[in-house]
């Protein structure tokens, strides 16, 4: 099925007692027979979040790190997970400046954080699971150990690498002959499924421990080392909040820039703009809401302890209201301008029959991550380190023990303490703005998941007066954009649709029934 098929809305939606909306459908098929068979919603996330690191490593995988909201019925505030890892003990930004490097090398073991993911589904599946690990991990050991068909995504990426990816151990499996895979040709990952294998067995052990844990310190030349690996990773935090469009959300503190979504849709709804989405106005407020803060991410976001504000500062209305001040509904703002930072990540929300709802994102950062192999073990590294500086005295100067700014922003929302939605997407920096976007189609527009998801996006990662590009989709009224540059926008039309601005995940709850649609820029995506 191609894109135009796609945004029409074939088979894109769920609708009934539980919904999974997940980036490839073989995770959401492993997902949904979870439920079925009697788990609940964090037993399906983490099985969907284990397939999902088999079939798509492009994005995400047990070498990248994890957040997760979990609501649960008759609570007032959703649980708040916070599985990001810490860097090593060799991360020291006077050791990389030494080495000549003005910046982190993505593709350097100074770029490793000890990954948080295996710790994150163990916390996960503690607190709230029903189901033995081993169990959740099945069918992706079975993807792994079988084989499973290479998504375009995958073919693609295998292809764009093959020259750092294939000699490693790690690649085993996934360039069968010899060569990169055509989109549905067999790929299996044997080596992963033994390391699965092991930690259902043993959990943290089976990763953190033993030969994995040999094969990550050799990978990065001891930047991260057993003491790294034997510190817990995962960590329950109060996450944040703030009432807006009509509904409180909820997302991850810093050291996630998750608040951007939620305070850029409050700017959105304070500057009042149109509830037609084909009116200008409702276009320009949503660019000029995210840009408000945006552009001051990378100042504040940085691993809790050394941040300039505590979380909820960040979304302090009193704060907030003084960015209204300077933004308007008829020319563009200016504000300075922060660094990009691209990114590779899955995220997927589910449902279940008892009303529980999780939010979760997980992810190896800039696609296949480092693109260095943990040995022999079926697995490559993230990157997410590289989401550090090296300036001198920086909150988010690189160091032992410290997280990184993270681009993950999972969001979750409720009414009066019930479930409403969950929402999230990929996308690196592109994620507040994405979300902002379907959020405000969902609650000023009024549209249904599906239709909000079709809608055109638009995207920007400049914020200087002088050269405020934003990127937009074909199908944007050539009014609208006629009206956007007079207001100041200098805007870009993008040759098609844009599958790095996504997937979303979403689904609506109406305390009865979810509602869950799947994005049609990625060809695997599933809502079930």
Same mark, same amino acid.
């Given at each position: 099925?191609?894109?135009?098929?796609?945004?029409?809305?074939?088979?894109?939606?769920?609708?009934?007692?539980?919904?999974?909306?997940?980036?490839?459908? !073989?995770?959401?098929?492993? $997902?949904?027979?979870? +439920?079925?068979? &009697? #788990?609940? *919603?964090? =037993? /399906?996330?983490? @099985?969907?979040?284990?397939?999902?690191?088999?079939?798509?490593?492009?994005?995400?995988?047990?070498?990248?790190?994890?957040?997760?909201?979990?609501?649960?019925?008759?609570?007032?505030?959703?649980?708040?997970?916070?599985?990001?890892?810490?860097?090593?003990?060799?991360?020291?930004?006077?050791?990389?400046?030494?080495?000549?490097?003005?910046?982190?090398?993505?593709?350097?073991?100074?770029?490793?954080?000890?990954?948080?993911?295996?710790?994150?589904?163990?916390?996960?599946?503690?607190?709230?699971?029903?189901?033995?690990?081993?169990?959740?991990?099945?069918?992706?050991?079975?993807?792994?150990?079988?084989?499973?068909?290479?998504?375009?995504?995958?073919?693609?990426?295998?292809?764009?690498?093959?020259?750092? !990816?294939?000699?490693?151990? $790690?690649?085993?499996? +996934?360039?069968? &002959? #010899?060569? *990169?895979? =055509? /989109?549905?040709? @067999?790929?299996?990952?044997?080596?992963?499924?033994?390391?699965?294998?092991?930690?259902?067995?043993?959990?943290?052990?089976?990763?953190?421990?033993?030969?994995?844990?040999?094969?990550?310190?050799?990978?990065?030349?001891?930047?991260?080392?057993?003491?790294?690996?034997?510190?817990?990773?995962?960590?329950?935090?109060?996450?944040?909040?703030?009432?807006?469009?009509?509904?409180?959300?909820?997302?991850?503190?810093?050291?996630?820039?998750?608040?951007?979504?939620?305070?850029?849709?409050?700017?959105?709804?304070?500057?009042?703009?149109?509830?037609?989405?084909?009116?200008?106005?409702?276009?320009?407020?949503?660019?000029?809401?995210?840009?408000?803060?945006?552009?001051?991410?990378?100042?504040?976001?940085?691993?809790?302890?050394?941040?300039?504000?505590?979380?909820?500062?960040?979304?302090?209305?009193?704060?907030?209201?003084?960015?209204?001040?300077?933004?308007?509904?008829?020319?563009?703002?200016?504000?300075?301008?922060?660094?990009?930072?691209?990114?590779?990540?899955?995220?997927?929300?589910?449902?279940?029959?008892?009303?529980?709802?999780?939010?979760?994102?997980?992810?190896?950062?800039?696609?296949?991550?480092?693109?260095?192999?943990?040995?022999?073990?079926?697995?490559?590294?993230?990157?997410?380190?590289?989401?550090?500086?090296?300036?001198?005295?920086?909150?988010?100067?690189?160091?032992?023990?410290?997280?990184?700014?993270?681009?993950?922003?999972?969001?979750?929302?409720?009414?009066?303490?019930?479930?409403?939605?969950?929402?999230?997407?990929?996308?690196?920096?592109?994620?507040?703005?994405?979300?902002?976007?379907?959020?405000?189609?969902?609650?000023?527009?009024?549209?249904?998941?599906?239709?909000?998801?079709?809608?055109?996006?638009?995207?920007?990662?400049?914020?200087?007066?002088?050269?405020?590009?934003?990127?937009?989709?074909?199908?944007?009224?050539?009014?609208?954009?006629?009206?956007?540059?007079?207001?100041?926008?200098?805007?870009?039309?993008?040759?098609?649709?844009?599958?790095?601005?996504?997937?979303?995940?979403?689904?609506?709850?109406?305390?009865?029934?979810?509602?869950?649609?799947?994005?049609?820029?990625?060809?695997?995506?599933?809502?079930?």
């Amino acid at each position: 099925m191609n894109f135009p098929e796609r945004l029409a809305g074939a088979s894109l939606t769920s609708l009934g007692e539980q919904a999974v909306v997940t980036p490839h459908l !073989l995770a959401s098929r492993a $997902a949904t027979l979870i +439920l079925d068979a &009697g #788990g609940n *919603a964090v =037993d /399906a996330a983490i @099985t969907a979040n284990a397939v999902l690191g088999v079939v798509a490593p492009e994005t995400c995988g047990v070498g990248g790190d994890l957040f997760a909201l979990v609501h649960v019925r008759g609570h007032a505030s959703p649980a708040a997970l916070n599985s990001s890892g810490h860097a090593g003990e060799g991360a020291r930004s006077t050791t990389i400046r030494a080495n000549g490097f003005r910046d982190i090398p993505i593709d350097s073991p100074y770029a490793v954080t000890v990954p948080g993911c295996v710790d994150g589904w163990i916390a996960l599946s503690e607190r709230f699971g029903t189901r033995a690990l081993a169990d959740l991990l099945a069918p992706a050991i079975d993807h792994a150990g079988a084989g499973f068909p290479a998504s375009p995504e995958l073919a693609s990426a295998l292809s764009r690498w093959s020259d750092r !990816l294939q000699p490693q151990p $790690a690649a085993e499996g +996934l360039y069968p &002959g #010899g060569s *990169a895979p =055509d /989109a549905g040709d @067999t790929v299996g990952r044997p080596a992963l499924a033994t390391v699965l294998t092991a930690i259902g067995a043993r959990g943290r052990d089976g990763f953190y421990g033993g030969t994995v844990a040999d094969a990550i310190v050799l990978a990065t030349d001891e930047t991260v080392t057993y003491n790294d690996l034997d510190r817990q990773q995962a960590e329950w935090v109060e996450p944040i909040s703030l009432d807006t469009l009509g509904w409180t959300g909820w997302t991850i503190p810093p050291n996630s820039q998750g608040y951007l979504t939620i305070a850029a849709s409050w700017l959105f709804e304070h500057l009042g703009p149109s509830a037609d989405p084909g009116d200008p106005d409702f276009i320009h407020a949503t660019i000029e809401a995210y840009r408000a803060v945006a552009w001051e991410r990378d100042n504040l976001v940085a691993d809790a302890r050394y941040a300039p504000l505590a979380g909820v500062e960040l979304l302090n209305p009193e704060r907030l209201a003084e960015r209204l001040q300077s933004i308007g509904l008829k020319s563009r703002a200016r504000w300075p301008a922060p660094s990009p930072a691209p990114g590779g990540t899955a995220y997927l929300c589910v449902r279940d029959r008892r009303g529980m709802g999780v939010s979760l994102i997980q992810s190896n950062y800039h696609g296949i991550g480092s693109r260095i192999g943990a040995g022999n073990t079926g697995f490559f590294l993230h990157d997410r380190g590289s989401g550090f500086n090296l300036t001198p005295g920086h909150p988010n100067e690189i160091g032992p023990g410290k997280r990184p700014l993270h681009t993950l922003s999972p969001t979750l929302w409720t009414e009066d303490g019930e479930l409403r939605m969950i929402l999230g997407t990929r996308g690196g920096d592109f994620q507040p703005q994405t979300l902002l976007q379907v959020l405000t189609y969902l609650r000023r527009a009024g549209m249904d998941p599906a239709s909000a998801q079709r809608q055109p996006r638009w995207a920007t990662r400049e914020w200087r007066a002088e050269d405020a590009t934003v990127v937009v989709e074909p199908g944007f009224d050539s009014g609208t954009i006629t009206e956007l540059e007079r207001r100041g926008h200098r805007i870009d039309v993008a040759t098609g649709p844009m599958a790095g601005w996504g997937p979303v995940s979403v689904i609506v709850d109406d305390g009865k029934a979810a509602t869950g649609a799947a994005d049609p820029r990625v060809a695997t995506t599933a809502a079930l």
